[in-house]
């Protein structure tokens, strides 16, 4: 595949946006000729029906300014402050240059900790699926006014990556003011070489070869770009470095600039399954009959009907084993119910749901993107 069309050929794609670009260093105020520029390839990515995702940073950046706080670093609580004016500006700018385009901006506030512990994780999936399913644009922020111990070098490099990983994203797209890795720290080395490609890992040669960010407002130089890589790496997406400070950033990628492209040894839908079988360690298990082992060998999730028995304790979002009624091992698989509702709905159909539980919860005990067959 030529890498002119990399991005064409991606169905979803997370977008980090640094915020040495989106903020105007004469007076602070939210870049708009940039955005405008890059709303413009938002939309032509929309229109060719991808989904596209965007984490940005610039909320202290923007903030700052507006509370007149000095040049420099700020004190926790400053960073806090700056980040609760900030915000509010950036999404309104966001907003008001995608929605000439008629797509919506729908902002959604994280932190680390959301991608890490299990039940958030959960909730903040769903909500992205959702918002994409519906045709929205998430707008991906660090939630830095309540954060205390996640501002700090790098967070939405790798914040990033966890949303692309969260949500199986073909592509990550990094844009800051830097064009990619190099071979040596080209501030220093006339002779430095940017490195095109990186194939499956992030070796400890490329690891030697990142600097350090010598930006205030921005957060994260290369260290923590390819600490964003390996994540996005293990979960089977495409990552890019590319300087996006020139207009329309994405068009540009598309065109062949130079940049730096990390390549995964695997796509992301096989990745997820492959963490779920070998990473993930069972808290239980379930029981199911012929039918529904046969449903699953042709592809389909697994519904509440074709359970027969469930095995241990276990909470939604926990991973646990698929057995047949011989007791053999079929494979490993995320429950979309905790132990004690999924034995009030087995063997039921899936228009029962709502009436024994009181709520509606998913349709599949396990849905196939989340099951890892043997």
Request: with cysteine.
């Amino acid at each position: 595949m030529p890498i002119t069309r990399r991005i064409s050929s991606s169905k979803r794609i997370v977008i980090k946006i640094g915020s040495t670009l989106l903020v105007d260093p004469e007076n602070g105020a939210v870049n708009r000729r940039w955005l405008e520029a890059l709303a413009v390839d938002i939309a032509k990515c929309h229109n060719r029906g991808q989904q596209i995702i965007i984490v940005s940073s610039g909320a202290i950046a923007v903030g700052r300014r507006h509370l007149e706080l000095k040049d420099g670093k700020l004190k926790l609580e400053e960073s806090q402050a700056a980040a609760a004016t900030g915000m509010i500006r950036l999404a309104h700018a966001y907003q008001e240059v995608l929605a000439k385009f008629d797509l919506t901006v729908a902002q959604v506030l994280m932190t680390l900790d959301d991608s890490e512990d299990r039940r958030r994780y959960l909730n903040a999936r769903n909500t992205l699926e959702t918002l994409l399913k519906l045709g929205a644009v998430p707008l991906i922020n660090e939630n830095d006014t309540i954060a205390t111990d996640e501002i700090r070098f790098g967070d939405n490099d790798r914040l990033a990556a966890r949303v692309s990983a969260m949500i199986s994203a073909d592509t990550l797209i990094l844009l800051s003011n830097i064009d990619g890795l190099y071979d040596l720290d080209p501030r220093i080395h006339g002779n430095a070489q940017l490195v095109p490609e990186v194939h499956g890992t992030i070796s400890e040669d490329i690891q030697n070869m990142a600097g350090k960010s010598m930006s205030y407002d921005g957060s994260g130089g290369m260290i923590t770009k390819l600490e964003a890589a390996r994540i996005a790496l293990s979960a089977g997406s495409r990552m890019i470095i590319s300087d996006g400070s020139k207009l329309h950033p994405l068009k540009a990628i598309e065109n062949g600039v130079a940049c730096t492209w990390f390549l995964p040894d695997a796509n992301p839908k096989t990745a997820r399954k492959r963490w779920i079988a070998g990473v993930l360690k069972p808290s239980g298990a379930i029981v199911i009959d012929k039918g529904a082992l046969k449903a699953l060998k042709y592809g389909n999730s697994l519904l509440p009907a074709g359970v027969t028995e469930i095995e241990g304790k276990f909470e939604r979002g926990d991973a646990i084993i698929v057995k047949t009624q011989n007791g053999r091992e079929i494979g490993r698989g995320i429950s979309a119910y905790s132990a004690n509702d999924a034995r009030r709905i087995i063997g039921n159909k899936t228009s029962e749901i709502e009436l024994i539980l009181g709520y509606r919860g998913r349709d599949e005990m396990i849905h196939r993107d989340d099951l890892a067959l043997n």
